[in-house]
T-cell receptor
Framework: DAGVTQSPTHLIKTRGQHVTLRCSPI?????VSWYQQVLGQGPQFIFQ???????GRGNFPDRFSARQFPNYSSELNVNALLLGDSALYLC?????????????FGSGTRLTVV | TQLLEQSPQFLSIQEGENLTVYCNSS?????LQWYRQEPGEGPVLLVT?????EVKKLKRLTFQFGDARKDSSLHITAAQPGDTGLYLC???????????FGKGTRLHILP
């Protein structure tokens, strides 16, 4: 079975541009979460979606938005990119929300803003 | 917002030595997870502990959840170069189903 897949793997954008990152969860998993990991830090929670509804939002500005599609894949959108948005963006999936037994992460999208 | 503090931040030891890394919080979590992350990859789940006082073993790795469910430790026996990586602890918040990560312990095992 395929794991969590994220695309693209690497991306370079200019300040002020917009970016869309994509995630396909493990088949049968209905919950997708997004995390931002800056170099040298642990992942920071951005959003969680379950059954196409937002179930949680981290402390990120409104420039960050996301959605989940009927097939449970998800997109993370970031508008008006800043240099500080450069990070590894991770997607994690789980069968349901409130999963006490762990999440499966993708390999991430490395975003560089110049 | 609950915070998880990991210590030490960096650890470099010789192959064959034992080590313990710690994860502490002032808040209670419903469960706590340990992940290992390689450079350029996403975190990989090692174990989840749910019950206060719970101890789980995974080969040479022993994980313990504190009685009050506020802290956890990871002990590695006879460390090997393959254990090198970033070890992250993560707590699950009940309120909004999000996982809070610590900053991680970067472990380097010297051959």
């Amino acid at each position: 079975d395929a794991g969590v897949t994220q695309s693209p793997t690497h991306l370079i954008k200019t300040r002020g541009q917009h970016v869309t990152l994509r995630c396909s969860p493990i088949s049968g998993h209905k919950s997708v979460s997004w995390y931002q990991q800056v170099l040298g830090q642990g992942p920071q929670f951005i959003f969680q979606y379950y059954e196409k509804e937002e179930r949680g939002r981290g402390n990120f500005p409104d420039r960050f938005s996301a959605r989940q599609f009927p097939n449970y894949s998800s997109e993370l959108n970031v508008n008006a990119l800043l240099l500080g948005d450069s990070a590894l963006y991770l997607c994690a999936s789980s069968p349901w929300t409130g999963n006490s037994y762990g999440y499966t992460f993708g390999s991430g999208t490395r975003l560089t803003v110049v | 917002t609950q915070l998880l503090e990991q210590s030490p931040q960096f650890l470099s030891i010789q192959e064959g030595e034992n080590l313990t890394v710690y994860c502490n919080s002032s808040s209670v979590f419903s469960s706590l997870q340990w992940y290992r992350q390689e450079p350029g990859e996403g975190p990989v789940l090692l174990v989840t502990v749910v019950t206060g006082g719970e101890v789980k073993k995974l080969k040479r790795l022993t994980f313990q959840f504190g009685d009050a469910r506020k802290d956890s430790s990871l002990h590695i026996t006879a460390a090997q170069p393959g254990d090198t990586g970033l070890y992250l602890c993560a707590g699950l918040e009940n309120r909004d189903d999000k996982i809070i990560f610590g900053k991680g312990t970067r472990l380097h095992i010297l051959p």
